[in-house]
């Protein structure tokens, strides 16, 4: 069962809108981007579907990048108009020296190149993102439920194979199966693996801050900043800074990206987006005074470590088959990587579309099993892709960092179509994905064939003799 790793047709399958003829009672772990996405394309299916977060909508959040895979994604789910009230179109990252501020290389998206990939490269907020699928989820009739935490998830039994979960409040609930969709420290991935998470630091802390246009707009060497419509970039040893505008330029998001305690910053933190750091504990040396000022125009900061798993998680469905991992619960990604919310979205399709076709309880496994082999291979490749670019701008001083810096002036001076067809090719395994077609070309290819086997009496071919005989089992 060979599933493509992305499917680049240039005329895509149609969008899959369809209810599904067995129903089933989800519950979904985690309200997050990928939570409310599952939520939405199932309870569309007809699926029953409540959402359990232990949180609520206001929470501390910053920026995403919105790469084309995403936003046709979002295009297709709220329209245009909605989609622009929110976002800044990408035209174009340039790439400064964090501490001179010169500029060293400009990388255009190119019109005609996001045109091939059908969607476009956003900034948004992650606010705004949340909001949106949590309106999208609500109005499907998926029940999402606020301050709800699980503190623990039993599985099922042959004789009573649905799982359930248990919240801080002793209340149990069951459903058909569970989602989990908790993001980087997942009670449901101990209950798939049967262990707990073994997690290691993988090098990098991500520090996030947010600021209002309207104070950058007060300075005028942030102000162009403010009104662009960029994703800048700033690179030094071991550091790097990145940001651009969120909700529709009322604010501006920016990452620091630390490495290996060899920036001056001590390599600390957890492995999650709710801790709050104060901004004047974060080293700025090295920095020029521009960046400086901006950083410290925030108060706190979201501190978030970058932790690895040198065994993996090769496992995103419990041995029951009715408890599945989601999102970053499934392959933890890259803090401040540009497809985080990319994927998430993409797992979230994939499911959905694949148990759109569900007709009885003997299909589960073979979709479940569909979902991680369409998914995990997809996400690894852009996992690594995440870091290796974090990595590239965060180079030491040296003969690699000066062959980097020479590549981009000349790609900045050199521009044409050649170098156009290549950067072309660079992004469009990661662009050009569509997981709705991933999936649909599954249940064509394979999915469908089972379906029929299971409702078709057993054919015996005597095609040498006179007659074919049929024969019920």
């Known amino acids: 069962m060979p599933p493509s790793a992305s499917s680049s047709n240039s005329t895509p399958m ?72 929110v976002s800044t179109r990408c035209v174009g990252t340039p790439f400064h020296h964090l501490r001179t501020g010169n500029l060293v290389g400009y990388l255009h998206w190119k019109p005609a190149v996001m045109a091939e990939t059908g969607g476009e490269f956003l900034m948004m907020h992650h606010d705004d993102i949340v909001r949106m699928l949590y309106k999208l989820a609500i109005d499907a009739g998926a029940q999402v439920d606020f301050h709800k935490e699980v503190t623990s998830i ?22 058909d199966m569970i989602i989990g969709a908790d993001g980087y420290r997942s009670k449901a991935r101990d209950v798939v693996l049967e262990e707990e998470d073994v997690a290691k630091p993988g090098g990098m802390t991500l520090y996030t801050g947010v600021v209002k246009a309207e104070d950058m707009l007060k300075d005028p060497e942030l102000r162009p900043y403010a009104l662009s419509d960029e994703w800048p970039i700033w690179m030094g040893p071991h550091r790097s800074v990145c940001g651009h505008p969120v909700r529709a330029k009322k604010e501006f998001f920016f990452h620091v990206y630390s490495w290996n305690g060899l920036d001056g910053q001590e390599q600390a933190g957890e492995e999650s987006w709710e801790e709050l750091f104060p901004t004047e504990k974060l080293n700025l040396d090295g920095h020029g005074p521009k960046v400086q000022r901006l ?179």
């Open 295 to 473: 950083i410290k125009m925030t108060p706190h900061l979201i501190r978030t470590r970058f932790m690895t798993r040198p065994g993996g998680i090769d496992d995103w469905v419990d041995s029951t088959g009715r408890i599945v991992l989601l999102g970053d619960a499934a392959h933890p990604s890259f803090p401040g990587g540009s497809h985080p919310a990319a994927m998430a979205v993409e797992d979230a399709v994939v499911f959905g579309s694949l148990f759109s076709h569900l007709r009885t309880l003997d299909q589960i496994p073979s979709f479940t099993s569909a979902y991680q082999e369409l998914r995990q291979r997809r996400c690894e490749l852009v996992k690594l892709a995440d870091i290796a670019n974090a990595q590239m701008v965060s180079m030491p001083d040296g003969a690699l960092a000066e062959a980097r810096d020479e590549d981009m002036r000349r790609r900045k001076d050199e521009w044409d179509e050649g170098t156009l067809k290549a950067q072309f090719e660079e992004i469009a395994e990661i662009f050009l994905y569509d997981a709705g077609d991933a999936a649909e070309e599954w249940w064509v290819n394979w999915g469908r064939f089972s379906e029929i086997a299971r409702e078709q009496p057993h054919v015996v071919d005597f095609s040498n003799f006179a007659t074919v005989t049929v024969s019920e089992e």
């Open 14 to 85: 149609p969008a899959v809108d369809r209810i599904a003829a067995l129903p089933l009672d989800f519950l979904v772990i985690g309200g997050g981007i990928g939570g409310l996405a599952v939520a939405y394309v199932l309870s569309k299916s007809g699926h029953r579907v409540r959402v359990l977060e232990k949180r609520d909508l206001d929470v501390p959040g910053g920026g995403h990048r919105v790469p084309p895979n995403l936003s046709k994604i979002l295009r297709h789910w709220v329209g245009e108009e909605e989609l622009r009230k």
């Open 154 to 175: 039993q599985q099922g039994t042959d004789r009573f194979p649905n799982p359930s979960v248990t919240l801080a409040n002793g209340d149990v609930l069951t459903a």
